[in-house]
C-alpha cells in the first residue's frame, strides 16, 4: 500500500485536503465577506456535484473545506484553498453537505498558506461560535498526476484569524413524495429512498406465479447452496444490476466444506494505483430455517430461527451497496474500487474471508467499508453505531485516524455533533452491547469494535483497517426470524414525530452518504491499521 508519511500524518489528525494557487504580497486592508460573491442569485445545493462561480472585489484567498473535483486531475479532493486576483471569476465543481445547510467559505490574504480548521467532533457552524479554535493546515504541492490545485496537511500554524462567508444550501427533493415517505433524503447525487425503495423490491413477497425460483416479485429465501434456486435466482439478477452500471462484474464461487461461498464482485480499475482495492461489502444471504418452513406454528412466527425476506439482515446492506455502486460507477478513482455482495455470513463470514484470502498477486486492499444491518437506528429511538477496527486493547483508541476520520464526516457533513457527543458517552459509559440492545435517542456512537461480528472481520485479519455501520441486532426481536420484514422495521422506526417510513429512509441517508464520503476520503489518503 503506497503510504509517505506525509500522508500518514494527514490521516491521523482528521484527514483534509487541498490548496491551490501561486503565493503573493499581504493585502493592506482587512479581508471581509463581501470580497466574495459565490454563484450571485443562484440557490447553492447540497448533497449534488455542481459548478459554482466565485468572483472576487479584492485580491483574497478562499479555503473551501469540501469536496472538490480538480480541474486537471478531474478527481476528488478534499478542498482546496484558491487565490483570486480582483475581478476574477473562477469556476468550481463542488460537493456541499447533504444533510447540513450551513456552508462556510474561510477568507484571507491572498497567497494565504496556512488556515485554521474545526475539530473533528464539531461542525463548522460550531467551531465558529466557539471562537475558530481547533487544528490547522497548511499547503502541499498536489501528488495526483495533472493535478492544479495543491492539497493540504497538518500544521502547527492557523495563520491567524480569518473572514467567513456563510451560505446556506437547500437539498433538491423529489415532487411526488411527501414528509411522511421521507422526501427530504430523496434526492442529490445518492439518497435514502433509492435504498428504501430497493429493500422494498427485493422483499417484496407479491406472488409471482411465473417466478419459479421464489414464487415471488422480490429476491427470496437466499440462502446459501448451489441447490437453491432463490439463491441462485439472486446472484443471477444482482449480477445483471452492477453490468447495467458499467461496472467488471465477477461471480466468484469457493468452496467451504461440501459447500460453495458464491460472491458477486464489481470493479472500476483505479487510474492510479490500480493493484490498491478499496471495497464495499454486505452480505447478501439471509439466515436459513433451522426448520423446514412448513414447521412453523402459524401466528408464531417470530419464535421460529430463519427467514426469507431478511429485510434488515441484509437486504438493507445490499441495498446501500448497490445504491453505492450506481453513482460511482462513472467516478475516476485513483484507487480500484470493488463493491462486493458477500455469501454465506450467515454460516461463518465463507464468501469474504474466502475473497480476502484469496487476492490476486501484487494486489493489497487500502481500507474496507462494511454495510450489515443499518436501518433501526438514529434518527429513530435507537443507537446508530459507527464501528471501526481491528482494535487492540479497550482503553486507548488504537485507530485514531480512522476513528477522527469517522468523526469529521459525521459531525459536519450531517450535523451530528450533539448525537456524536451522546454516543461517545455511552459507550465510555457501557461499551457496545447495550447500544446493540436498548432504546436510545439522539445517539451516534463512534468507537472500536471488540467483537467483530460481520464480514469486516476477514479484512481486519490481513491487517486492513475497516470502517462499517449498524443499528440494533440483538435487540431486535425479528433477528434472524422469519418477521424481518420491511413493514416490521418501519413499526420499530415510528417515533412521536416521524412515520417508520420517514426514519427509514433519513437513516439509510446518513449511512449512504457516510459511506460515500470515507470512500472519497480513503481514495484521496488511505488510512493505514496503526495496530
Given amino acids: 500500500m503506497r503510504m509517505t508519511m506525509q500522508a500518514m500524518l494527514l490521516v491521523s489528525i482528521m484527514l483534509l485536503s487541498t490548496l491551490s494557487g501561486c503565493f503573493g504580497e499581504s493585502k493592506s486592508t482587512p479581508v471581509t465577506e463581501g470580497d466574495l460573491i459565490v454563484s450571485d442569485g443562484e440557490t447553492l445545493q447540497g448533497g449534488s456535484w455542481q459548478t459554482i462561480q466565485l468572483e ?45 445547510p450551513d456552508v462556510v467559505f474561510l477568507l484571507g490574504d491572498y497567497g494565504r498558506t496556512n488556515w485554521p480548521i474545526r475539530e473533528a467532533d464539531e461542525s463548522w457552524m460550531t467551531w465558529l461560535e466557539s471562537g475558530q479554535t481547533g487544528g490547522a493546515v497548511q499547503v502541499v504541492p498536489n501528488e495526483d498526476a495533472g493535478g492544479e490545485w495543491p492539497w493540504v496537511i497538518s500544521s502547527d500554524d492557523d495563520g491567524g484569524e480569518v473572514s467567513i462567508k456563510q451560505l446556506l444550501t437547500e ?134 430461527y430463519g427467514t426469507r425476506t431478511g429485510a434488515y439482515d441484509n437486504a438493507a446492506g445490499s441495498s446501500m451497496v448497490l445504491s453505492t455502486a450506481k453513482v460511482l460507477a462513472d467516478f475516476d478513482a485513483r484507487r480500484t474500487m470493488v463493491f462486493c455482495l458477500w455469501s454465506s455470513e450467515e454460516e461463518g463470514l465463507w464468501g469474504s474471508s474466502a475473497f480476502a ?11 474496507y467499508l462494511n454495510l450489515d444491518m443499518a436501518g433501526i437506528n438514529y434518527p429513530g429511538d435507537y443507537a446508530l453505531s459507527v464501528y471501526l477496527g481491528p482494535d487492540g486493547t479497550g482503553d486507548v483508541i488504537d485507530q485514531p485516524g480512522m476513528y477522527h476520520l469517522a468523526e469529521w464526516i459525521g459531525a459536519d457533513a450531517f450535523d451530528l455533533g450533539y448525537q456524536i457527543e451522546r454516543g461517545r458517552a455511552e459507550w465510555a459509559a457501557s461499551g457496545e452491547n447495550p447500544l446493540w440492545q436498548n432504546n436510545y435517542e439522539d445517539t451516534v456512537a463512534i468507537y472500536e469494535s471488540p467483537t467483530a461480528r460481520s464480514d469486516h472481520d476477514s479484512f481486519q485479519q490481513i491487517g486492513v483497517a475497516t470502517l462499517g455501520w449498524n443499528g440494533v441486532v440483538d435487540g431486535y426481536p425479528c433477528y434472524h426470524k422469519t418477521c424481518d420484514k420491511l413493514s416490521e422495521m418501519e413499526e420499530y422506526m415510528t417515533t412521536d414525530n416521524a412515520t417508520g417510513e420517514a426514519n427509514l429512509v433519513h437513516s439509510w441517508d446518513i449511512v449512504t452518504w457516510w459511506a460515500v464520503y470515507a470512500f472519497l476520503h480513503m481514495d484521496q489518503t488511505p488510512v493505514p491499521n496503526e495496530l
Fill in 56 to 100: 472576487a472585489t479584492n485580491d483574497i484567498s478562499v479555503f473551501m473545506p469540501y469536496f472538490i473535483q480538480d480541474p486537471g486531475s478531474m478527481r476528488a479532493q478534499n478542498g482546496t484553498v484558491l487565490n483570486i486576483s480582483a475581478g476574477e471569476i473562477v469556476e468550481v465543481t463542488i460537493l456541499l453537505p447533504p444533510r447540513n
Fill in 357 to 367: 484470502n484469496d487476492l490476486p498477486a501484487g494486489v493489497t486492499v487500502s481500507n
Fill in 171 to 304: 437539498r433538491p427533493m423529489r415532487s411526488d413524495l411527501t414528509e411522511q415517505n421521507g422526501v427530504g433524503a430523496s434526492d442529490g447525487w445518492l439518497n435514502g429512498r433509492d435504498v428504501y425503495e430497493w429493500v422494498d423490491f427485493i422483499t417484496d413477497e407479491t406472488a409471482d406465479p411465473l417466478d419459479l425460483a421464489d414464487g415471488a416479485v422480490g429476491f427470496l429465501d437466499r440462502w446459501i447452496g448451489n441447490g437453491n434456486p432463490g439463491y441462485e435466482d439472486a446472484i443471477t439478477y444482482f449480477e445483471g444490476v452492477m453490468v447495467g452500471y458499467g461496472l467488471d462484474v465477477e461471480v466468484h464461487r469457493f468452496q467451504s466444506g461440501t459447500l460453495w461461498a458464491v460472491n458477486i464482485c464489481a470493479y472500476k480499475t483505479g487510474t492510479v494505483y490500480p493493484d490498491e482495492w478499496l471495497v464495499f461489502g454486505a452480505h447478501f444471504d439471509i439466515a436459513p430455517y433451522a426448520t423446514p418452513p412448513t414447521a412453523i406454528i402459524p401466528g408464531t412466527e417470530q419464535q421460529g
